[in-house]
């Protein structure tokens, strides 16, 4: 880091809780005009809530946050863009409904003196910014008409080119090719030698070793680690990041895990080359009966959208899902859930109905085949109450509005819904987020229960630790395409982490 | 009827669950009756022709071609939809049915007579086969049913005015006659019309598969996708039928005013929405039923009714009907906050 220099920003012993979770325990963090600062650290580290308070984002916490030495507080985002600190967040914020130009210009349109939008202006220097940037679009297109990946482009172009001081870019390249990696970085080096500081967050740590000066490390709400990127390598970032202490072994699966061979049980899904845009690229597996197949990757390397393809939600452009070995190209969920695929997706609110009782919740997705024409209430609540007893649903009532359930109970009644008739092939999107370690167990004892009973099953997550526990043969996907896999061999979270 | 969801509900949650809770999570079902037995009281007390048997057959009657087409939209408005095109898909099967049938030597308009079955299979062909364009033009196109159903209001009512260039119809077939405007043992068909569908509507959403689909797909449509469900055939449905229940409204409408001509039933449009929704049936879906329905439609016919017992300015009558409509509306979206709020 510069020596000998006042930080532009400096944050001294923040800390911020959610619900009385600690996301941040006394973080000290500095910046330097010129410096490219890259952050590491596991989901939940507390990367991404430590540049939101920077932004503005949250406005609650306790500690001081000083701006060229002067004690600042910001109650908003727009506090913050106004004192120069702007952030491309992670989840994309673009107006696809807008043009190009309106996007790069969002708030800030050139007005005439009546103030009316000077849109030839706007259309003009729009172009010439992202030309600037390598980026050659009509900037008269409408947003949502391009890539995702543009799209990303254009939003960090108009945070790059917003004149602020401070950048702070979280988890930007998850959806970029490399060319368009390499368009970023010499525009993000070039911003570094005019004086802007900027922080990049990414799970990429080649891409962390590459464009920063100095890199901090996260876990678990505290800063852990701090050092020139030329000085470290990914295997040490990859040690400070899971931790090797004590303190955090026996949860984090850091040790060696050896998966089992592969038998020659029959394949019951296999997936031939299935491509979609820009979010999956020529993606081949094969699931057996009673394996459990990892799927894992950073945050938008493409698994959710996978996993959204073999459920028939979303028509790849090519590719065929074959189930026993018969092709199958599903018109919508409900042609999956007949050819005996059950989705469960990451999101429990996507998936459950939370002001009606779990029961219904349970019998929605079986309900064709307990009854016809008429309802049958009492086999569905005999149904459910078998369920609830099987995964041990708390409190056991099946007449309880789902919504009063706790989050831990709520996924297990996201996986009851399917087991009454055990479909042939289970899809998981992120099984074990967000639960309690209590919870996480129970899911992770249910799955294997079932695999034993000879299901097919496809984990996808985005969490090491979730794919670890559960997997008998793991495919790692990065940037859409899977690649590497683990079979038959001796795989560890640094291993996992090492190939995506 | 009305709360009888309700009731079995609370009954279950009773032991974990303050009495508070319970009348919070059920506002959206008390609230209306409230408002019914506010109103009857009302008018009861402010004129004595209203309070009567008498009065309330009146009641019944005026209410039953909107409770007809309620029962239809009851189902689209569960799954969250809309459909703006029920009166004018009503107007063009009544004049559908008068244009089938052999009309007085007096009426100018170039028909073509068939026998009574056929005048009627006609029809309901031709109600359906609308709900079916609006079924694919949300489903299939992706068109918002608002714009879609706003296209087909003008479509049927183009279809309507192409029929009956101007002119005006009185025969329909001697079965929609009766029905329409026929009376057994001093009870109207047309009464006995409504209460039926009202009843199936009751009994197809609670007791079929398809009702609970219908009720899951307006709580969570994302949901009910990821849950395997043909959403897409469900929304179809709802519109298939509420255009048909809107045509039988239309033909029997026809039959009970005695004439088929043009911009007959638009005052239908608003007083179906708002039985529905002054019923206490949710705008964003899945909550309601027909049992609140029909307390809107009471709350409606109450409220038609009574205006014209007490004396008051003919003119204030419609702002006072907005009005109501405005505080049902204001009931009906806190209705939803409050029990996403006893949910927590």
Same mark, same amino acid.
């Given at each position: 880091?510069?020596?000998?220099?006042?930080?532009?920003?400096?944050?001294?012993?923040?800390?911020?809780?959610?619900?009385?979770?600690?996301?941040?325990?006394?973080?000290?963090?500095?910046?330097?005009?010129?410096?490219?600062?890259?952050?590491?650290?596991?989901?939940?580290?507390?990367?991404?809530?430590?540049?939101?308070?920077? &932004?503005?984002?949250?406005?609650?916490?306790?500690?001081?946050?000083?701006?060229?030495?002067?004690?600042?507080?910001?109650?908003?985002?727009?506090? &913050?863009?106004?004192?120069?600190?702007?952030?491309?967040?992670?989840?994309?914020?673009?107006?696809?409904?807008l043009?190009?130009?309106?996007?790069?210009f969002?708030?800030?349109?050139p007005?005439?003196?009546?103030?009316?939008?000077?849109?030839?202006?706007?259309?003009?220097?729009?172009?010439?910014?992202?030309?600037?940037?390598?980026?050659?679009?009509?900037?008269?297109?409408?947003?949502?008409?391009?890539?995702?990946?543009?799209q990303?482009?254009?939003?960090?172009?108009?945070?790059?080119?917003?004149?602020?001081?401070?950048?702070?870019?979280?988890?930007?390249?998850?959806?970029?090719?490399?060319?368009?990696?390499?368009?970023l970085?010499?525009?993000?080096?070039?911003?570094?030698d005019?004086?802007?500081?900027i922080?990049?967050?990414?799970?990429?740590?080649?891409?962390?070793?590459?464009?920063?000066?100095?890199?901090?490390?996260?876990?678990?709400?505290?800063?852990?680690?701090?050092?020139?990127?030329?000085?470290?390598?990914?295997?040490?970032?990859?040690?400070?990041?899971?931790?090797?202490?004590?303190?955090?072994?026996?949860?984090?699966?850091?040790?060696?895990?050896?998966?089992?061979?592969?038998?020659?049980?029959?394949?019951?899904?296999?997936?031939?080359?299935?491509?979609?845009?820009? /979010?999956?690229?020529?993606?081949?597996?094969e699931?057996?009966?009673?394996e459990?197949?990892g799927?894992?990757?950073?945050?938008?390397?493409?698994q959710?959208?996978?996993?959204?393809?073999?459920?028939?939600?979303?028509?790849?452009?090519?590719?065929?899902?074959?189930?026993?070995?018969?092709?199958?190209?599903?018109?919508?969920?409900?042609?999956?859930?007949?050819?005996?695929?059950?989705?469960?997706?990451?999101?429990?609110r996507?998936?459950?109905?939370h002001?009606?009782?779990?029961?219904?919740?349970?019998?929605?997705?079986?309900?064709?085949?307990?009854?016809a024409?008429?309802?049958?209430?009492?086999r569905?609540?005999?149904?459910?109450?078998?369920?609830?007893?099987?995964?041990?649903?708390?409190?056991?009532?099946?007449?309880?509005d789902?919504?009063m359930? /706790?989050?831990?109970?709520?996924?297990?009644?996201?996986?009851?819904?399917w087991?009454?008739?055990p479909?042939?092939?289970?899809?998981?999107?992120?099984p074990?987020?967000?639960?309690?370690?209590?919870?996480?167990?129970?899911?992770?004892?249910?799955v294997?229960?079932l695999?034993?009973?000879?299901?097919?099953?496809?984990?996808l997550?985005?969490?090491?630790?979730?794919?670890?526990?559960?997997?008998?043969?793991?495919?790692?996907?990065?940037?859409? &395409?899977?690649v590497r896999?683990?079979?038959?061999?001796?795989?560890?979270?640094?291993?996992?982490?090492?190939?995506? | 009827m009305?709360?009888?969801?309700?009731?079995?509900?609370?009954?279950?949650?009773? =032991?974990?669950?303050?009495?508070?809770?319970?009348?919070?999570?059920?506002?959206?079902?008390?609230?209306?009756?409230?408002?019914? $037995?506010?109103? %009857?009281?009302?008018?009861?007390?402010? %004129?004595?022709?209203?309070?009567?048997?008498?009065?309330?057959?009146?009641?019944?009657?005026q209410?039953?071609?909107?409770?007809?087409?309620?029962?239809?939209?009851?189902?689209?408005?569960l799954?969250?939809?809309?459909?703006?095109?029920?009166?004018? $898909?009503?107007?063009?099967?009544?004049?559908?049915?008068?244009?089938?049938?052999?009309?007085?030597?007096?009426?100018?308009?170039?028909?073509?007579?068939?026998? =009574?079955?056929?005048?009627?299979?006609?029809?309901?062909?031709?109600?359906?086969?609308?709900?079916?364009?609006?079924?694919?033009?949300?489903?299939?196109?992706?068109?918002?049913s608002?714009?879609?159903?706003?296209? @087909? @209001?003008q479509?049927?009512? !183009?279809?309507?005015?192409?029929?009956?260039?101007?002119?005006?119809?009185?025969?329909?077939?001697?079965?929609?006659?009766?029905?329409?405007?026929?009376?057994?043992? =001093?009870?109207?068909?047309?009464?006995?019309?409504?209460?039926? @569908?009202?009843?199936?509507?009751?009994?197809?959403?609670?007791?079929?598969?398809f009702?609970r689909?219908?009720?899951?797909?307006?709580?969570?449509?994302?949901?009910?996708?990821?849950?395997?469900?043909?959403?897409?055939?469900?929304?179809?449905?709802? @519109?298939? $039928? %509420?255009?048909?229940?809107?045509?039988?409204a239309?033909?029997?409408?026809?039959?009970?005013?005695? %004439?088929?001509?043009?911009?007959?039933f638009?005052?239908?449009?608003?007083?179906?929405?708002?039985?529905?929704?002054?019923?206490g049936?949710?705008?964003? !879906?899945?909550? !309601?039923g027909?049992?609140?329905?029909?307390? !809107?439609?009471?709350?409606?016919?109450v409220?038609?009714?009574?205006?014209?017992?007490?004396?008051?300015?003919?003119?204030?009558?419609?702002l006072?009907? =907005?009005?109501?409509l405005?505080?049902?509306?204001? $009931?009906?979206?806190?209705?939803?906050?409050?029990?996403?709020?006893?949910?927590?």
């Open positions: 880091m510069p020596q000998g220099r006042s930080p532009i920003l400096e944050l001294r012993e923040i800390t911020k809780a959610f619900g009385g979770v600690e996301a941040l325990r006394g973080v000290d963090f500095a910046l330097y005009a010129g410096e490219i600062h890259g952050l590491v650290g596991e989901n939940g580290a507390g990367k991404s809530t430590l540049m939101k308070i920077i &932004a503005g984002v949250h406005p609650e916490f306790s500690g001081h946050i000083a701006l060229d030495g002067r004690e600042v507080r910001f109650r908003s985002a727009r506090d &913050a863009h106004a004192a120069g600190i702007a952030m491309v967040h992670q989840e994309l914020s673009v107006a696809p409904d043009s190009v130009a309106e996007n790069v969002l708030g800030t349109q007005t005439n003196r009546f103030g009316l939008v000077q849109w030839r202006r706007m259309a003009r220097e729009a172009g010439e910014q992202l030309a600037r940037f390598g980026i050659d679009v009509d900037p008269m297109t409408r947003l949502g008409d391009l890539p995702i990946g543009l990303q482009l254009i939003e960090i172009a108009r945070v790059l080119f917003s004149g602020a001081r401070i950048i702070i870019l979280d988890e930007p390249t998850s959806a970029l090719s490399p060319p368009e990696v390499e368009r970085f010499t525009t993000l080096r070039r911003l570094r005019e004086g802007t500081g922080v990049f967050i990414s799970h990429f740590i080649e891409d962390i070793l590459r464009i920063s000066d100095t890199v901090t490390v996260f876990r678990n709400g505290r800063k852990v680690h701090e050092t020139e990127a030329a000085a470290t390598s990914k295997a040490a970032l990859i040690e400070a990041m899971i931790g090797k202490g004590r303190e955090a072994l026996e949860e984090t699966y850091a040790h060696d895990i050896t998966l089992p061979p592969r038998g020659n049980r029959p394949v019951v899904l296999k997936a031939d080359a299935l491509s979609l845009a820009r /979010s999956v690229q020529d993606v081949s597996f699931v057996c009966a009673g459990v197949l799927i894992y990757g950073f945050m938008g390397c493409g959710l959208e996978l996993a959204r393809v073999l459920f028939g939600k979303i028509k790849p452009d090519s590719g065929v899902v074959l189930i026993d070995g018969d092709r199958k190209a599903f018109a919508s969920t409900a042609a999956a859930r007949r050819a005996g695929i059950a989705f469960v997706p990451e999101s429990r996507a998936m459950l109905f002001q009606e009782p779990v029961y219904k919740n349970i019998s929605i997705s079986v309900l064709d085949r307990i009854s024409l008429l309802l049958k209430p009492a569905e609540r005999s149904i459910a109450v078998r369920q609830v007893d099987q995964l041990q649903i708390r409190p056991a009532a099946v007449e309880l789902l919504g359930l /706790s989050g831990g109970n709520q996924q297990k009644v996201a996986l009851a819904k087991l009454s008739y479909p042939r092939v289970l899809v998981l999107c992120e074990t987020r967000g639960m309690d370690v209590g919870a996480k167990n129970d899911v992770i004892n249910i294997r229960e695999s034993a009973k000879g299901l097919a099953i496809i984990v997550s985005t969490e090491p630790e979730t794919v670890l526990s559960l997997a008998d043969r793991i495919i790692v996907l990065k940037r859409g &395409a899977v896999e683990f079979a038959g061999e001796v795989v560890s979270k640094d291993r996992l982490l090492e190939a995506a | 009305a709360t009888s969801e309700g009731v079995t509900a609370s009954v279950h949650r009773g =032991g974990q669950r303050s009495a508070a809770a319970i009348l919070r999570s059920q506002m959206r079902n008390i609230a209306p009756f409230l408002t019914l $037995i506010c109103l %009857s009281g009302f008018f009861a007390i402010a %004129s004595p022709s209203f309070a009567t048997l008498d009065n309330l057959g009146n009641i019944l009657t209410v039953s071609v909107t409770g007809i087409i309620a029962v239809g939209l009851t189902f689209v408005i799954c969250a939809e809309i459909d703006l095109s029920i009166a004018a $898909i009503a107007n063009v099967t009544g004049i559908a049915v008068a244009y089938f049938t052999l009309q007085e030597s007096y009426v100018n308009i170039a028909n073509v007579p068939l026998p =009574g079955w056929a005048a009627i299979l006609l029809s309901l062909a031709l109600c359906a086969l609308l709900g079916l364009v609006n079924a694919l033009g949300l489903t299939v196109i992706g068109i918002p608002f714009i879609m159903t706003l296209a @087909m @209001m479509i049927a009512a !183009g279809i309507s005015a192409l029929l009956v260039r101007g002119q005006i119809a009185y025969k329909v077939p001697d079965l929609v006659t009766t029905l329409g405007s026929g009376s057994i043992g =001093g009870i109207p068909w047309i009464v006995i019309v409504a209460a039926v @569908m009202l009843l199936a509507g009751h009994l197809v959403l609670t007791y079929t598969r009702g689909y219908v009720y899951m797909v307006g709580g969570n449509r994302e949901a009910a996708e990821y849950s395997g469900l043909n959403v897409k055939l469900i929304l179809g449905s709802v @519109m298939v $039928i %509420s255009a048909v229940c809107s045509g039988i239309g033909m029997l409408g026809v039959a009970h005013f005695g %004439s088929a001509q043009q911009n007959e638009d005052t239908y449009l608003l007083d179906s929405i708002a039985a529905v929704v002054v019923g049936t949710s705008l964003f !879906g899945g909550r !309601g027909i049992g609140n329905t029909i307390v !809107g439609l009471f709350v409606l016919g409220l038609n009714n009574g205006l014209d017992h007490v004396n008051i300015d003919s003119f204030l009558k419609i006072i009907r =907005g009005l109501i405005l505080a049902a509306l204001v $009931i009906n979206v806190y209705a939803q906050r409050l029990r996403a709020r006893a949910a927590e």
